[in-house]
């Protein structure tokens, strides 16, 4: 089991930034290749954003291009996604994802990812 937690989601106006974090225990962490999702009321779960296990490929939706970033820091067993300029299409419940095979790519498809965190809400207003 790798329990992933989730923060940094809350309420921000059209134009600013937030910066996810998802933590993660145990040691293996860095041997994960690991994805940020969102799901909006109504809508699939979409994969925003991916990096591999050594943080040297990333991937994004072309919707987040130049907007989000994402990173991690393997000494802290933690993920980031920085998202600038954000939109009210950017609503959504965030999710952290990890894929426990050892390999080394970024991983577009949900059903690779084997855990999930509880997720934060991220509002943009206006």
């Known amino acids: 089991q790798v329990p992933l937690v989730e923060s940094g989601g809350g309420l921000v106006q059209a134009g600013g930034s937030l910066r996810l974090s998802c933590a993660a225990s145990?040691?293996?962490?860095?041997?994960?290749?690991m994805g940020w999702f969102r799901q909006a009321p109504g809508k699939e779960r979409e994969l925003v954003a991916a990096?591999?296990?050594?943080?040297?490929?990333?991937y994004y939706v072309d919707s987040v291009k130049g907007r989000f970033t994402i990173s991690r820091d393997n000494a802290e067993n933690t993920v980031y996604l920085q998202m600038n300029s954000l939109k009210p299409e950017d609503t959504a419940v965030y999710y952290c994802?990890?894929?426990?095979?050892?390999?080394?790519?970024?991983?577009?498809?949900?059903?690779?990812?084997?855990?999930w965190g509880q997720g934060t809400q991220v509002t943009v207003s206006s």
């Open positions: 994802a990890a894929d426990s095979r050892l390999l080394s790519k970024v991983v577009v498809a949900t059903a690779e990812y084997d855990y």
């Open positions: 145990g040691r293996t962490f860095r041997t994960y290749n």
């Open positions: 990096i591999s296990r050594s943080g040297g490929n990333t």
